[in-house]
Every structure is written in C-alpha cells, then in structure tokens.
C-alpha cells in the first residue's frame, strides 16, 4: 500500500500558507447581528455543542456579526470518534480555529496579520491553528501526526486549496455490478476481492471512454489487478470514497493487497 498525493490543488499555484488539516468535523460557529449564537456543519446542518467549553466562551466575547470556522477533532483520533464523543458531550473534543470572518464591530478579520487572528481566536478559548509559510512542494509530503492533510492558502479566507495524501491498493476484479440510469446498459461498478478472496469494496470513477472499452471487453478486466485510490482506511478497515485507477497489468495475483 503507497501513499500517493492527490488533491484539487493543480502542483503549481503559489499559494503562501500551507496550514494542517485534522482528520474530523467542520465547524462554523456564527454570532448574528441579533447577538444569537448558532453552530453548523459543513453539510450544512445544526449541530448541538452548547455544552462545548470553547462553544460557550465563543458565546460570551464574540462580538456580534462574528464567523470562526473550526475543526472538532480528537488528537490521534478520527472523524468517527468524534461523531460518538459530540453525543457524549466529551468536552476532551479540541475546537480548533482555522479561520475567521468579522464584518463589523472591532474586530478587523480581514486582511489581518496573522499574529492578530491567533490572539483573537485564542481569546475565545480555542486554539488556533498555525499557518506555515509554504516553500517547496515537498514540504507537503509529511504531515504531522494528528493531520490528515494540508489547506493552502493566501490568507485567512483567501483562495483554499486541499491537499491529501491519498493511499492506493492492489485489488482483484471478480466481476460487476450492471449501470443505472445515464449508465443503462454499461458496466456500472467493478466488485473487487483482496487476497483472501473476499469482495470487499466496488468501485467506478472511469471515464466514459475507459466505461465503454470495459463494457465491450469485460474479459480484458475481469480476474486482472486493479489499482483503487481512496481517500484513507476507514476505522473498520475498509476504503474511504475508492474509486478505480488502472489496470495493473505489471503485478501479479499473489502480489494483491489484503484489506
């Protein structure tokens, strides 16, 4: 299993922060201009987290017309961990801040320096996360422990880029699943076994030309190495969002993962 990196950054942009990204939840707290305080997900959707030692300093001093966003996450954890620890009101959550947005009140977000940003957020109770001035690509490469990637950017709400690292996985196709809808007619997914020979993940993400040349000769695919991308290992083991990659007509069988 290698790392490879993946992301919607194109490899060339200038960016001038590289900034950690955590494995778990987004968190958008906001302070209207009627003074209410409100807490969301990225989907976007309420969360419920006024019990939050950070939610409730943020409710406290915030100024109103405030918008910090945050990642909820637990240090060596992931994403999952903390969805059963907000329903546990586990307040060994961190909240950390990785941007802010002010429109009016006395506190100049936009366009500030980064040490203003950092003693602002801190002085609601959170963390803020460092930002680190982006050099070379290769600075990327190794994430700190408790990250699972890096945000790019040019400032604290300007122009985002992800970046992940993205592992990929040697696995068999022993046959598919038949396409629905705009895919009637054509091979839908690929079903994959690991070593052991147990079917454990589908996929599709081919093109449509890579679709219609599977369709007319599934024989070229069935039963060969096939190389997924996915996002991570998920913590009962299995992919996060794989998707297909290529045919690996250079391995063998016996050289397949298991999962």
Same mark, same amino acid.
């Given at each position: &299993?290698?790392?490879?990196?993946? !992301?919607?950054w194109?490899?060339?942009?200038?960016?001038?922060?590289? /900034?950690?990204?955590?494995?778990?939840?987004?968190?958008?707290?906001?302070?209207? /201009?009627?003074?209410? +305080?409100?807490?969301?997900?990225?989907?976007?959707?309420?969360?419920?987290?006024?019990?939050?030692? %950070? +939610? /409730?300093?943020?409710?406290?001093? %915030?100024?109103?017309?405030? #918008?910090?966003?945050?990642?909820?996450?637990?240090p060596?954890?992931?994403?999952?961990? +903390?969805?059963?620890?907000?329903?546990?009101?586990?307040?060994?959550? *961190?909240?950390?801040?990785? %941007? #802010?947005?002010? =429109?009016?009140?006395?506190?100049?977000?936009?366009?500030?320096? $980064?040490?203003?940003?950092?003693a602002?957020?801190?002085?609601?109770?959170?963390?803020?996360?460092?930002?680190?001035?982006?050099?070379?690509?290769?600075?990327?490469?190794?994430?700190p *422990?408790?990250?699972? @990637?890096? &945000? $790019?950017?040019?400032?604290?709400?300007?122009?985002?880029?992800?970046?992940?690292?993205?592992?990929?996985?040697?696995?068999?196709c #022993?046959?598919?699943?038949?396409?629905?809808?705009?895919?009637?007619?054509?091979? @839908?997914a690929?079903?994959?076994?690991?070593?052991? @020979?147990?079917?454990?993940?589908?996929? !599709?993400g081919?093109?449509?030309?890579?679709?219609?040349? &599977?369709? %007319? =000769?599934?024989? &070229?695919?069935?039963?060969?190495?096939?190389?997924?991308?996915? /996002?991570?290992?998920? !913590?009962?083991?299995?992919?996060?969002?794989?998707? =297909?990659?290529?045919?690996?007509?250079?391995?063998?069988?016996?050289? +397949?993962?298991?999962?």
């Amino acid at each position: &299993m290698k790392h490879v990196p993946c !992301s919607d950054w194109n490899g060339v942009t200038h960016h001038r922060y590289a /900034q950690l990204k955590r494995d778990g939840i987004w968190v958008t707290l906001q302070r209207d /201009q009627s003074g209410e +305080v409100s807490t969301w997900s990225r989907t976007p959707r309420r969360l419920s987290l006024d019990w939050h030692p %950070a +939610v /409730q300093r943020f409710t406290e001093l %915030a100024p109103k017309s405030t #918008v910090v966003f945050c990642e909820l996450f637990v240090p060596d954890g992931n994403r999952e961990l +903390v969805k059963g620890m907000i329903r546990d009101h586990d307040d060994k959550l *961190a909240l950390e801040c990785f %941007a #802010v947005q002010q =429109y009016e009140g006395d506190w100049p977000w936009t366009g500030c320096h $980064l040490e203003i940003i950092q003693a602002k957020a801190e002085s609601l109770g959170m963390t803020f996360v460092p930002w680190h001035f982006m050099r070379e690509v290769e600075d990327l490469r190794a994430i700190p *422990a408790g990250g699972e @990637g890096w &945000m $790019l950017k040019d400032g604290n709400t300007l122009n985002w880029k992800k970046v992940k690292p993205r592992i990929t996985v040697d696995l068999i196709c #022993v046959r598919f699943e038949r396409g629905l809808g705009k895919f009637s007619g054509q091979i @839908g997914a690929m079903v994959l076994a690991d070593a052991t @020979g147990k079917e454990v993940t589908q996929v !599709s993400g081919m093109t449509d030309e890579i679709r219609a040349h &599977m369709t %007319a =000769y599934p024989e &070229m695919y069935l039963g060969k190495v096939i190389e997924v991308e996915a /996002q991570a290992r998920g !913590s009962a083991g299995g992919l996060m969002h794989p998707r =297909y990659n290529c045919v690996r007509d250079d391995k063998l069988i016996s050289e +397949v993962d298991t999962l």
